[in-house]
């Protein structure tokens, strides 16, 4: 296959791309040339691009966040809980669920306001607070 002129791609789906999505455009055995340009439907940070396509023909949404999963680190500071967790997992959002004494886990999770672009939060206490639970998930 020899690539040449201008390759253009669009999204036609109804639902974002996200970090994984994999297109194979081409499959030959030998690829040569290059397009003069590449125009690809635009992501949202932290996601960008990836060209494979003089390799095996392909296209893949990376992300430059880390996508291993790690720990919530907690502390108090008065009346506050202090959550934290590493830097590079921002874009990762912070889940929340209150919940009546006894429970225990359910559905009800909203994400906390912003906290993809964080890597931290100070949560007041509150005391009529029965259970609150608290996780990571990406994206």
Do not use: E
Request: charged content about 5%; glycine content about 10%; proline content about 6%.
């Amino acid at each position: 296959m020899t690539y040449g002129g201008a390759l253009v791609v669009t999204n036609i789906g109804t639902n974002a791309l996200q970090w994984g999505d994999t297109f194979k455009l081409f499959s030959a055995g030998g690829r040569t040339g290059n397009f003069s340009t590449t125009n690809l439907p635009p992501l949202g940070a932290p996601l960008y691009w990836t060209n494979k396509l003089s390799v095996d023909g392909s296209l893949a949404v990376a992300t430059s966040v880390n996508t291993t999963p790690t720990n919530l680190l907690a502390g108090l500071s008065g009346t506050n809980l202090n959550l934290s967790w590493p830097a590079d997992h921002a874009g990762w959002r912070l889940l929340v669920q209150t919940n009546p004494a006894g429970r225990g886990l359910g559905t009800n999770w909203f994400t906390w306001p912003n906290s993809t672009s964080l890597n931290a939060v100070s949560v007041p206490l509150n005391r009529t607070n029965a259970a609150v639970f608290f996780r990571l998930v990406y994206p």
